[in-house]
């Protein structure tokens, strides 16, 4: 298959020059590449390949020993006076339904079944040992997996213990990931495993628009013709590529050198050291890119550019990205940096390797154009944020906070009383649905799924072989079949022997947030404790790889805010955004989340949702609004859907009326105030001391 020359990319700089630095030095970590849709991540991953210089390899090695430093523990060694012969550079794509088999190895049957050997299959990192491990859509990569690379990317090395298979293999692989945030974040110890980072966007130049959409229609037009028009440009880069990882090793990074890069992530604040020894070597490799032979003071600003971004985040929350004004003070210009003994950088480069001033001028205008990050941890225990330009919400209207009683329809507009902002999320008691399910891989709600504790087998072959039960199967059978072909003492083991192991863990869910915007929350405080606890049910549903979606209801009616998706980080900012004032039509709330349970289910029949309501029970919106709220929960048992009701019922005197609705849909009642982990602990340890 003709694949897309790299040198035809057209608007992909910076992710250009992140994949040739981890090439370069593959000891910076790998690189995940975060964007939008359509704008090429896959395509440009693919094509690296092609321009990386060829390896040399052990002959027959299943490993792909170097042979000029073979591995001592390979299982095909040991390699005594190898000899040599090369291949190209291996891009090994990891798909996101993978098994663990198919990624670390696994016991291979057909010696197994048919020979009686024990002999081991080796899996993906085995076949991307010394190459690239290319994982498209990272984010939905099951949490077993993503423990297994972070083991190899750590260790370097795969070690496989099951099913009577001991094998340890060298496993040194560069990881590159891309990804939509749309569909969700990455688990923060993977994204710290990744050396480098860079967010990907379409242009908005018309001119490049066209000229990006001439050359993809030229290269379907003749895939052959259009490589060929870019080969010099092809074997330019490669030539580049080589010469700059031969010449790594001779790029001085001095003192000065290392506490610029010290004093950039001192600054930014990041967690751990990774952050700097990622830095040094990504600098280190930038200098051998551009053909110099000390470290100056615009390989490091390229160099935390690209891997400060995802380690400075502090929550899930969090946007991501880097004060390029801070990163300009941080390095400062009181000592000059040493000077490039080899001259400028060769103005042919086929990338397109840009003037540090161009290109500095036209990250400030990318800059410009981003929008400014928003979230709900821009709060302070309610008092008006000097950098909102919104003026403080009125007061709440006392006719409509105070009465639970029905009040008429209108067709005014509900008012709106403000937009009142969190505090910081804490942590929640944990809240799970009922039952075992068989849903996606998480780590809410107990389920059959592909990883976990082994807790029976079954005759269908819907996992990894349970060796146990196989033999015993086998033995049960031995002596109605007269017809042994095996001889004496020898166990004859047949297809239909075969069982699959069920293993028990943790299955995601679907979780639906209900939320009571109307005037009975109106007031200021009360509000932004709504939406801290929401927010920290949202923080919750991330950590546990949930689906999230969001109804609101307030005014007159209801509306599905957002539709169910794996970005959580879209549920934050639109509960960020969420109004609040009118009237409180909680029989049009329940009615709008019961639709989309029932969507939902037809979507994906085996995620379980977990409703989760945040109300204080009352209803004055429309004739009857109590009655008709209550008669939907007295049917709300037959939707077969685990129901948590939140009571933001507040004051000295209260009716109660969330708690007979949680008791009408059966569903568990809650007090705001007791859904923190904290409150939890505290009333256990009182009772314990009582």
């Known amino acids: 298959m003709s694949s897309y020359p790299f040198a035809a990319i057209v608007g992909a700089d910076e992710m250009a020059l992140a994949l040739v630095l981890t090439t370069v030095s593959p000891e910076v ?29 052990v002959p027959d090695c299943r490993f792909a020993c170097d042979p000029r430093s073979p591995d001592p523990d390979c299982p095909d060694g040991p390699h005594l006076d190898p000899a040599s012969t090369s291949r190209p550079a291996r891009l090994v794509e990891l798909p996101v339904g993978a098994t663990e088999d198919r990624v670390i190895g696994s016991l291979d049957l057909s ?35 993503v423990d297994l690379l972070l083991d190899a990317a750590a260790m370097g090395r795969n070690t496989v213990e099951r099913d009577g298979v001991s094998v340890s293999h060298p496993a040194r692989i560069v990881l590159i990931g891309t990804m939509n945030p749309e569909e969700g974040e990455l688990r923060p110890q993977l ?49 580049r590529i080589a010469a700059a990882q031969e010449g790594l090793g001779r790029v001085r990074l001095s003192d000065w050198a290392l506490d610029k890069i010290a004093t950039v992530c001192a600054g930014f604040e990041v967690d751990g050291m990774r952050a700097d020894i990622v830095t040094a070597r990504a600098a280190v490799a930038h200098a051998a890119w551009e053909g110099r032979a000390e470290v100056t003071r615009e390989d490091i600003r390229t160099a935390a550019k690209l891997a400060l971004p995802h380690r400075r985040r502090r929550a899930p929350f969090d946007a991501p990205g880097l004060d390029e004004d801070l ?8 000592e000059p940096p ?33 929008p400014p990050p928003s979230g709900p941890q821009d709060s302070a225990e309610g008092k008006h944020d000097a950098r909102d330009p919104r003026p403080d919400p009125p007061a709440p209207d006392p ?106 863990g943790k299955e995601s869910n679907l979780v639906l947030l209900v939320v009571d915007a109307s005037g009975s929350m109106a007031a200021r405080s009360r509000m932004a404790e709504v939406k801290t606890a929401a927010l920290s049910l949202l923080m919750d549903a991330y950590q546990r790889r949930d689906r999230v979606g969001l109804v609101t209801f307030r005014g007159a009616g209801a509306q599905l805010a957002l539709p169910p998706t794996s970005s959580v980080e879209a549920a934050a900012a639109c509960l960020a955004e969420l109004p609040h004032g009118g009237r409180t039509p909680l029989a049009e709330g329940l009615t709008t989340a019961a639709k989309t349970l029932g969507l939902e289910r037809i979507r994906d029949p085996r995620r379980r ?32 859907v685990d ?42 340890n009182d009772r314990r001391a009582a």
């Open 29 to 57: 970590g790998g690189v995940l590449v975060r964007g939008e849709k359509g704008t090429a991540k896959s395509t440009m991953v693919r094509a690296l390949a092609e321009i990386l210089p060829r390896q040399a390899v």
């Open 399 to 504: 006719s409509d906070t105070e009465s639970g009683k029905d009040a008429p329809e209108t067709d005014v507009p509900a008012p709106v009383q403000g937009v009142a902002k969190a505090h910081d999320p804490y942590r929640i008691r944990r809240l799970s649905v009922r039952g075992t399910g068989s849903g996606a891989a998480g780590k809410r709600s107990r389920a059959i799924t592909s990883w976990g504790r082994t807790v029976g087998a079954s005759r269908e072959r819907t996992g990894r072989v349970h060796l146990t039960a196989t033999i015993t199967t086998a033995a049960r059978e031995r002596g109605a079949r007269a017809t042994g072909s095996t001889g004496p003492g020898r166990l004859e083991i047949r297809g239909s022997d075969l069982r699959s192991a069920i293993t028990q």
């Open 643 to 684: 129901t948590v009701v939140i009571d933001c019922e507040s004051g000295r005197f209260r009716m109660g009326l969330a708690k007979d609705l949680a008791g009408r849909m059966g569903a568990e009642h809650l007090p705001l105030e007791d859904i923190a982990a904290d409150h939890l602990v505290a009333l256990i």
């Open 191 to 239: 994204l710290d495993r990744f050396g480098l980072t860079v967010e990907v966007r379409a242009s908005r130049d018309p001119a490049q628009r066209a000229d990006v959409v001439r050359r993809r229609l030229a290269f379907d037009a003749d895939p052959a013709g259009f490589q060929a028009s870019y080969a010099a440009a092809q074997v330019d880069l490669a030539a």
């Open 609 to 640: 949702a977990l409703l989760v309501l945040v109300t204080d029970g009352r209803a004055t919106a429309g004739a009857d609004a109590l009655a008709r709220a209550q008669r939907i929960a007295d049917q709300w048992a037959h939707l077969a």
């Open 111 to 145: 010696k197994a079944l048919g020979r009686g050997e024990t002999a081991f299959e080796p899996g993906l990192l085995a076949q991307a040992h010394r190459g690239l491990l290319y994982v498209d859509e990272v984010n939905l990569l099951h949490d077993h997996l």
């Open 327 to 334: 990163l300009d003070r941080l390095l400062g210009d009181d």
């Open 338 to 370: 040493p000077e490039n003994p080899q001259g400028p950088q060769d103005p042919q480069d086929p990338q397109g390797s840009e003037d540090p001033e161009s290109q500095e001028g036209a990250d400030e205008e990318a800059d410009a154009t981003d």
